[in-house]
C-alpha cells in the first residue's frame, strides 16, 4: 500500500490543492493521500493565519467527496516545532506496512538541504516532486550534499496551477470573486463565516 502526504496551511483549501492532489494519487497509485494541515510550520511563524478550526472546517468540506482523500491532524494534535521529519515519522507509525510518499513543489525540493535533518527526512520517505512555475529541478540536483537524493525522488507531470492561497485570501479581503478558485462548499463556509474580511 502506498500513502502519500501533502501539508500545507490550507488557508484556504483551494481547487489547486485538489487538482495536485488527484495528479499525484493517481502518478503514484495512491491508496490515500493525507492532506495535513500546519499548525505551527517553523518557516511561516510570523503569518498571520485563520483560526485552525475554520481551517479544518474548510479542508474537510474540500475532501469529502473524494475517497482516497483523508483529512489527518498529525501536526495539529502535538506540541511545535512541527517538522517533515517528525510528520513522516508518525505516519510511518501509523500506517507500518505502507511505502509513504512525501508530496511536495519543486521549490520546496531545491530548498531541502535546508530542511530539517533532510538526510533522516529522505530515509523514512520517498519524495513526489511536481514542478512549479518558476522552479527549475531535478532528482540529482542536491547529490554532492544529500547522497541517495535522485534515487528517493520521483517527479510528478502535472499541470502549472498558479493559484495560490494568499492570492485568494487578497482577493477575499477586497471583496472581489472567487468563485472557481474554491470548491463551492468552502466558498460558501468562507462567506457564512466572514473569513479573509478586512472589516
Known sequence: MRVGIL????????IGHLILG???????GLARLLYIPAADPPHKQHEKKTPVEHRLAMLRLALVDNPRFELSRVDLDRAGPHYSLDTVRIVRQQYPQAEI????GGD?????PEWHRPTE????????????PGAEVSPDMH????????QRVVMIAAPQIEISSTDIA?????GRSVRYLLPDSVRAY???NHLYATT
Open 7 to 14: 501539508g500545507g496551511t490550507f488557508d484556504p483549501p483551494h
Open 22 to 28: 488527484e495528479y499525484a494519487a493517481d502518478a503514484l
Open 101 to 104: 510518499y512525501f508530496v511536495m
Open 108 to 112: 520546496s525540493l531545491r530548498d531541502l
Open 121 to 132: 527526512f529522505i530515509q523514512l520517505c520517498k519524495l513526489a516532486v511536481m514542478s512549479r
Open 143 to 150: 547529490e554532492a550534499v544529500l547522497p541517495g537524493l535522485a
Open 170 to 174: 487578497q482577493r477575499l479581503s477586497e
Open 190 to 192: 468562507v462567506q457564512q
